[in-house]
């Protein structure tokens, strides 16, 4: 059985369009980046370790698991933007992204009895320049919180992205073209996914 180590009502919604039956666990995993962390790091850190606790939780029941963990960051000159603490952090992420391009680094890892294995996919997303009214706008609808640079590119916020560059579902947190890949070769040779 697949399981998804995610609270992300998105990723649920990206992986159902897989076309796989899976089952989401409900974990509570820290997301804290030590001193020395490079953003990559962190990224994939997290997700394996979603990944690892998921498979730790239901294994016992089922020793056939395969656990999906993902980790989405944006990235700015090495800053890693996180989830919004408050409403001000969100604008003040917001208005450091502004008229910039960053990084958008989702990192997927799957686990099974006596195996893993992650992919990596790394997008490029320019905003256009926003004032502060068009900041404090977006804040207002309470959007940013809990997105990981204070903008989900699947709502209000596509207005401003000016380009962007590698995997739209990767910037919403779960890339689906390397996750099925991921997924196929995770696959027991000769089972074939239907």
Not at 88 to 105: E, I, P, S
């Amino acid at each position: 059985m697949l399981y998804l180590a995610s609270r992300s009502p998105r990723r649920t919604q990206l992986l159902a369009r897989l076309d796989r039956p899976f089952r989401a666990l409900d974990l509570e995993v820290p997301e804290v980046r030590a001193a020395d962390e490079s953003a990559v790091h962190y990224v994939q850190r997290v997700a394996a370790d979603k990944a690892r606790a998921g498979l730790a939780r239901v294994i016992a029941d089922d020793a056939a698991a395969v656990v999906l963990g993902a980790d989405t960051e944006v990235v700015l000159e090495g800053r890693v933007f996180g989830k919004p603490a408050d409403a001000a952090d969100a604008a003040a992420m917001l208005r450091t992204l502004a008229g910039r391009t960053h990084q958008v680094m989702t990192a997927v890892a799957l686990v099974g009895q006596g195996r893993e294995e992650s992919v990596l996919v790394v997008s490029e997303v320019s905003f256009i320049d926003l004032d502060e009214a068009a900041i404090a706008a977006y804040v207002a609808t309470g959007e940013p919180m809990g997105k990981a640079g204070a903008y989900a590119i699947q709502g209000g916020a596509e207005r401003y992205i000016r380009h962007l560059a590698g995997s739209y579902s990767g910037v919403m947190g779960l890339p689906l073209q390397q996750t099925e890949q991921l997924l196929q070769a995770f696959e027991p040779k000769g089972v074939a996914h239907v």
